[in-house]
T-cell receptor
């Protein structure tokens, strides 16, 4: 059962442009929404995360926008760079099991062209 | 500092052969440990998680099993591999970094069942 839907599957952005990846969820019990970044041949690494008590979180060029009423959240990469080329996964988890059952989206392969 | 080791990096196995993937964590005690599988187009699928020695929770019915014989050791096994077991297997542990929970992933094992 796919509980977190992620789009697009792949994305090509020119250097300096804005990359936007979207995720949607159904379960209103989800209370933690991280984004992971994965380079080829490596394990994913946490990029940024948000909880539903805020609508936006920014860390450097990376911003999560969260819309609780629409049950959607998105990752924005400003001034995209070739080094940002990777696969990005959104995820969600819920109380009471919390972090134990982090559910991932299907991933978005981002290519930033020079 | 904490580190996670996963091996082998790549593995090619015939259908019907057994499987044993090992994961060990250093620098922490009583970690929560996870096995994920990454298949094309399906993102990261949680297979097993463990909160302590001998404690295994299975998330999906499948041809695989997991064991935790020691505090910092997590093993993924199969008695007879199927073609559908091919994928990228990731071990992870749950930790705290900069006040936030996160999964720390190993470098993964690319399993090809032929």
């Amino acid at each position: 059962q796919q509980q977190v839907k992620q789009s697009p599957q792949s994305l090509i952005v020119q250097k300096g442009g804005i990359s936007i990846i979207n995720c949607a969820y159904e379960n209103t019990a989800f209370d933690y929404f991280p984004w992971y970044q994965q380079f080829p041949g490596k394990g994913p690494a946490l990029l940024i995360a948000i909880r539903p008590d805020v609508s936006e979180k920014k860390e450097g060029r990376f911003t999560i926008s969260f819309n609780k009423s629409a049950k959607q959240f998105s990752l924005h990469i400003m001034d995209s760079q070739p080094g940002d080329s990777a696969t990005y996964f959104c995820a969600a988890s819920k109380a009471p099991t919390g972090f134990q059952k982090l559910v991932f989206g299907t991933g978005t392969r981002l290519l930033v062209s020079p | 500092s904490q580190t996670i080791h996963q091996w082998p990096a790549t593995l090619v196995q015939p259908v019907g052969s057994p499987l044993s993937l090992e994961c060990t964590v250093e620098g922490t005690s009583n970690p929560n440990l996870y096995w994920y599988r990454q298949a094309a187009g399906r993102g990261l699928q949680l297979l097993f998680y463990s909160v302590g020695i001998g404690q295994i929770s299975s998330e999906v019915p499948q041809n695989l099993s997991a064991s935790r014989p020691q505090d910092r050791q997590f093993i993924l096994s199969s008695k007879k591999l199927l073609l559908s077991d091919s994928g990228f297997y990731l071990c992870a542990w749950r930790g705290i970094s900069k006040g936030s929970e996160k999964l720390f992933f190993g470098s993964g094992t690319q399993l090809s069942v032929l």
